[in-house]
């Protein structure tokens, strides 16, 4: 019965429930709304309401291809990227303007916890200008290394960039290299200088600095202040000017590519699509060029930033579409979709993603394995850069080697499983992978390749079989003060590293070139970095190949036996520092047994490092007062032998909590 009793907020809000129901549902508005009074004037009421309202009204066909700009936010950690998508958002109407409007777009509980852009976000903004009509398709990108991956798939579905650069902090590495992504893509850069609000900002110094490194006029830079508003608009209009509509024609069969994904478990996969030609609506049937499954759509619409459908998407729009694929491997990244009966050119789609560090997962227990399994097919869903390959432990039972995009990547998903699936899990030390060129022919038909992969340790080749052994190399950029340049170059020397370029990008600060092996970087390089030059400098890598090198695999062993979740690759020449780290670590970790327990690390035959786990004592001799030595001499070699003994047939189990002590120590170290 309306309108429901209670008070006036509670009316409204049950109100605004009916009225999002029957907008979705097709019904007419219930004929109670206007005589709500004070419950008509509610938060929920307004809020919903209107919401119901656009979804009805919203016309994505009175947006031609010349009013569409489909452009993404870039740049380097903490510049204001995700802020300046905030403002946008206000500007637009997209969001009422409030004090909690802070990353917005930031919808993962990880990314508000660490205040980093983890997913790239889509959000499509209505905006007047001239008196025309525009839609402008936003993507907020992350602007860590581990997650270029995210950035370079954003860019495949826009014709701009706006490339963040803090006034205080001027250009550091991870701008760089999101420039050239941007540059390789033949997108327009739009540079725009924040923070100008900055006690020590300096908006000329960094205006300088991109007219030297990207060669850009620094009267083309936008000079604002995302937090405050200072000249916000004026990023909107030089989108709408600067930025070039699509290249799409509505009247050419569909042909949609699926750039990002998420899973929900209601309605299976809803894929973000940018659509480069024709029309999908609500119905249409539709085929996957990767896989030649087909599909009905159910659903289509545009992120305003949170999901609001529509009858139809139109070529050159971005949008998001469900068509019942429940199927974890269904939704490819990459894929294009078209029409049924009107097939098409797949469009190029995107280099798959290449992983630089490998660990171990395990669950905690594993009567939780399913669970676990379960969690990671959905979570590599949202996260297609994760690749997955199973593997199993004698100590840790049933589990898989994941690759990840950096150390930082594999954090982030170890978080977010814990946090959305509820799972628990072991991580093993993250490894690098490396290459062996066999040498062989009888190898090389057994595994119908010259040249092998090694992600796990374990499975390292001995140096008899092999002709020589390949480790990955990057191309590491890193800008610091100059004040530093000494101690970051010594830094490098003892990473293996080699020197490519050097350039001073103004009077204090320069950009250092270096080829470094990536076992040298994954684990603690960026922090002793920082830690060196006071915060000050910033890295960035890229993928440089494979370099010869020469490798051993180090074994570590309990009284003889090989721990195999302990193996290790090391260079030659860091051999013993890393096992005599690792024998150490071990030493306060493993419990005391009645029997001596020996710790080795081993090459091959040889042991290059030790540690001894003494046994508990037992004094024998505590009862003899006196008396004749023979006695105490029998008492004490019958002591000996029985604990030779017993180290014979003893068995060291290594408990599970000291495994996650000292697998989580050699990744911190």
């Known amino acids: 019965m309306w309108p429901p009793a209670g008070p006036a907020w509670w009316r409204g809000r049950a109100l605004a429930v009916w009225v999002t129901?029957?907008?979705?549902?097709?019904?007419?508005?219930?004929?109670?709304?206007?005589?709500?009074?004070?419950?008509?004037?509610?938060?929920?009421?307004?809020?919903?309401?209107?919401?119901?309202?656009?979804?009805?009204?919203?016309?994505?066909?009175?947006?031609?291809?010349?009013?569409?700009?489909?452009?993404?936010?870039?740049?380097?950690?903490?510049?204001?990227?995700?802020?300046?998508?905030?403002?946008l958002l206000e500007l637009t109407g997209t969001i009422d303007k409030t004090k909690n409007n802070k990353q917005v777009l930031d919808k993962l509980q990880v990314e508000r916890e660490r205040g980093i852009t983890v997913k790239a976000q889509t959000a499509s903004l209505f905006y007047n200008h001239e008196g025309k009509q525009y839609l402008l398709n936003l993507i907020d990108t992350p602007g860590h290394v581990d997650f270029s991956y995210e950035v370079s798939r954003s860019l495949s579905a826009c014709q701009g960039v706006l490339l963040v650069v803090d006034a205080n902090e001027g250009i550091q590495a991870q701008t760089v290299a999101n420039f050239f992504l941007a540059f390789e893509a033949q997108l327009s850069v739009i540079p725009v200088i924040n923070k100008i609000d900055l006690k020590n900002a300096d908006p000329e110094r960094v205006e300088k600095q991109i007219e030297k490194l990207f060669d850009i006029p620094s009267d083309e830079c936008i000079k604002i202040s995302a937090k405050i508003g200072t000249n916000v608009e004026?990023?909107?209009?030089?989108?709408?000017?600067?930025?070039?509509?699509?290249?799409a024609h509505r009247k050419d069969p569909l042909r949609a590519l699926v750039f990002d994904s998420t899973f929900d478990q209601y309605r299976g996969v809803v894929a973000s699509v940018a659509l480069?030609?024709?029309?999908?609506?609500?119905?249409?049937?539709?085929?996957?060029?990767?896989?030649?499954?087909?599909?009905?759509?159910?659903?289509?619409?545009?992120?305003?930033?949170?999901?609001?459908?529509?009858?139809?998407?139109?070529?050159?729009?971005?949008?998001?579409?469900?068509?019942?694929?429940?199927?974890?491997?269904?939704?490819?990244?990459?894929?294009?979709?078209?029409?049924?009966?009107?097939?098409?050119?797949?469009?190029?789609?995107?280099?798959?993603?290449?992983p630089m560090v490998f660990a171990g997962m395990y669950p905690v227990d594993q009567s939780e394995y399913n669970n676990l399994k379960s969690a990671i097919e959905k979570l590599t869903l949202n996260d297609s850069s994760v690749t997955v390959h199973r593997d199993s432990s004698l100590a840790l039972g049933a589990g898989w080697r994941l690759g990840f995009l950096g150390l930082l990547h594999m954090e982030v998903f170890n978080q977010r499983l814990e946090q959305e699936y509820n799972a628990s899990v072991i991580l093993t030390t993250p490894t690098v992978p490396y290459k062996a060129v066999l040498s062989s022919a009888k190898l090389i038909k057994e595994y119908r390749e010259k040249e092998i992969t090694i992600i796990n340790p374990a499975q390292f080749p001995d140096k008899s079989k092999v002709s020589e052994y390949l480790e990955p190399v990057v191309l590491g950029t890193i800008i610091t003060p100059d004040e530093y340049t000494g101690k970051v170059m010594m830094l490098c020397q003892a990473r293996r590293a080699v020197q490519k370029n050097m350039m001073f990008i103004d009077q204090n600060r320069v950009m250092l070139k270096y080829l470094l092996p990536l076992n040298e970087i994954v684990v603690d390089f960026y922090d002793s970095l920082k830690s060196l030059s006071s915060g000050?400098?910033?890295?960035?890598?890229?993928?440089?190949g494979y370099q010869t090198a020469e490798l051993v695999k180090m074994d570590i062993l309990l009284n003889g036996n090989v721990v195999e979740e302990l193996i290790t690759i090391v260079h030659k020449d860091k051999a013993h520092t890393v096992g005599k780290t690792i024998c150490e670590r071990l030493k306060d970790s493993l419990p005391r047994q009645l029997f001596e327990i020996a710790i080795q690390?081993?090459?091959?035959?040889?042991?290059?490092?030790?540690?001894?786990?003494?046994?508990?004592?037992?004094?024998?001799?505590?009862?003899?007062?006196?008396?004749?030595?023979?006695?105490?001499?029998?008492?004490?070699?019958?002591?000996?032998?029985?604990?030779?003994?017993?180290?014979?047939?003893?068995?060291?189990?290594?408990?599970?909590?000291?495994?996650?002590?000292?697998l989580k120590a050699h990744s911190d170290k």
């Open 21 to 87: 129901r029957a907008a979705c549902l097709g019904l007419p508005r219930p004929p109670c709304a206007p005589t709500l009074g004070a419950a008509g004037e509610s938060w929920g009421l307004s809020r919903l309401y209107s919401s119901a309202e656009r979804k009805e009204k919203v016309d994505m066909s009175r947006f031609p291809v010349e009013n569409i700009r489909n452009f993404s936010i870039i740049a380097h950690v903490d510049h204001g990227k995700s802020t300046l998508a905030d403002r």
């Open 276 to 354: 480069f030609d024709g029309v999908v609506s609500k119905g249409d049937k539709i085929v996957s060029a990767h896989t030649q499954k087909a599909y009905e759509v159910n659903e289509v619409g545009v992120l305003n930033p949170n999901e609001q459908p529509t009858h139809k998407l139109y070529a050159g729009q971005v949008g998001y579409l469900i068509a019942g694929m429940k199927d974890v491997t269904e939704a490819q990244i990459g894929d294009t979709l078209y029409l049924h009966k009107q097939p098409v050119e797949p469009l190029p789609g995107f280099k798959s993603a290449k």
């Open 234 to 247: 004026s990023v909107l209009r030089a989108v709408i000017e600067r930025i070039p509509p699509p290249n």
């Open 601 to 662: 690390a081993a090459i091959g035959s040889k042991i290059i490092a030790r540690e001894t786990v003494k046994a508990y004592r037992k004094n024998v001799l505590a009862k003899c007062y006196g008396g004749d030595i023979t006695r105490k001499m029998k008492l004490l070699k019958r002591q000996a032998e029985g604990k030779k003994k017993l180290r014979k047939v003893g068995n060291v189990e290594v408990p599970k909590d000291a495994f996650i002590k000292v």
């Open 536 to 544: 000050y400098a910033s890295f960035d890598y890229e993928d440089a």
